[in-house]
């Protein structure tokens, strides 16, 4: 049981992980818009 549930908290974390480096993708990606726009 242990396991299992170490192996979802895994899982949970991971999505979160990746949503988050989604996240700040997204916004670097604005930002480098921008940038381009500004040049």
Partial sequence: ME???F???C???GNIMS???RIDY???R???KKK???V
Avoid: A, E, F, H
Wanted: glycine share 4%; no cysteine; hydrophobic share 30%.
């Fill in 3 to 5: 396991i299992l549930t």
């Fill in 36 to 38: 381009l726009n500004y």
């Fill in 7 to 9: 192996g979802i908290s």
């Fill in 19 to 21: 949503r988050q480096i």
């Fill in 30 to 32: 604005k930002k480098s």
């Fill in 11 to 13: 899982k949970i974390s």
């Fill in 26 to 28: 997204s916004k670097d």
